[in-house]
């Protein structure tokens, strides 16, 4: 819910003093999002963990943003509010990910597969140590939109391959692993509001949802919003700048957080922080933002 209308970009949702707040987005462009009210918003999110997708900015200009989305929700040391990962894209001005935190990571990684230089930009990850000395890993990710017929497309299939080949491995190495992102998939007619008129387009094909079968199969991982949520259409997470799918919720779900099953437990509250208008969006994506109560 959106607060009167000096505050378009605050979202009124108290954080319980137990649990952790992580929040995932697709920026679309981290200096036009703090341009058009980012920092409102999570100024008012009290996020503890935040994963970036399509950041296309260098880490320097991402630690000045953080720093300044600090001093406008009036920390005491706005430089040292938040810890900041980011991986670039080999393409500079296009894709990045990142991971802001509150807490000091004491790993990180980022590279999966072979290491092909249009998945730059595209993998990160950190690890946190949790008050019971178990770790928590926690993966931004953003995987390639594909094109149906181009090596965009043949690119998207091998990218997600390759997080078939290595989440388990992940699974077996931390205690608990929390995917954060753009996947770019509809796993089911659920996620797509026409979801007809996609079954041949990039983003809804049988083969890229049958990665998702095993995502949360024989990998183990939980679609923590869907399982929340139960079975009904969307929430969805993004909109078409075209026409009016925004004002028609003609939307998809393709944000995730995909969790351990231990972790998934931890799980509440999610919610997806969609602009109260057309005019107030500062991303064509939406958060996607999930209290988990750690130990």
């Known amino acids: 819910m959106s607060e009167p209308t000096e505050h378009p ?26 341009r058009k009210g980012m920092g ?15 950041v296309r900015a260098s880490p320097d200009i991402l630690s ?12 005491e040391d706005p430089e040292s509010e938040w810890h900041v990962l980011e991986k670039e894209a ?21 590279r999966i597969g072979e290491g092909h230089p249009e998945d730059e930009g595209r993998w990160i990850e950190a690890d946190y140590e949790l008050g019971d000395g178990s770790t928590l890993t926690v993966v931004s990710v953003y995987v390639h939109s594909g094109e149906v017929g181009t090596v965009r497309q043949e690119n998207k299939m091998r990218f997600l391959q390759d997080m078939v080949d290595y989440l388990p491995q992940r699974a077996e190495r931390s205690d608990h692993v929390l995917v954060l992102g ?35 199969g024989d990998a183990g991982y939980v679609d923590v919003a869907r399982s929340l949520a139960g079975e009904v259409d969307g929430p ?4 078409s700048y075209r026409g009016k799918a925004f004002d028609n919720d003609t939307g998809w779900r393709i944000d995730y957080h995909m969790a351990t099953p231990g972790l998934a437990e931890w799980a509440a509250n999610p919610q ?3 602009a109260s208008d057309y005019s107030l969006r500062w991303s064509d ?7 988990y109560k750690l130990p």
């Open 90 to 110: 080999a393409d500079k001005g296009r894709a990045g990910v990142a991971i802001l935190s509150r807490r000091p990571p004491v790993a990180t990684r980022t």
């Open 236 to 239: 969805y997470t993004w909109w």
């Open 9 to 34: 970009h605050r979202i009124v949702d108290p954080k319980p003093a137990d649990v952790t707040r992580i929040a995932s987005v697709n920026v679309n462009g981290i200096r036009a999002a703090a």
């Open 182 to 216: 753009d996947l770019n998939v509809g796993h089911t007619e659920l996620d797509i509001k026409n979801w007809k008129g996609n079954v041949k387009n990039s983003g809804f094909l049988p083969e890229e949802r049958a990665f998702f079968d095993t995502f949360f």
């Open 285 to 291: 994506h939406a958060p996607l933002v999930v209290d």
């Open 40 to 54: 409102e918003w999570l100024a008012s999110r009290e996020v503890d963990i935040l994963a970036l997708q399509e």
């Open 64 to 75: 000045k943003l953080a720093t300044e989305f600090a001093e406008q929700a009036g920390a």
């Open 272 to 274: 997806v922080d969609r």
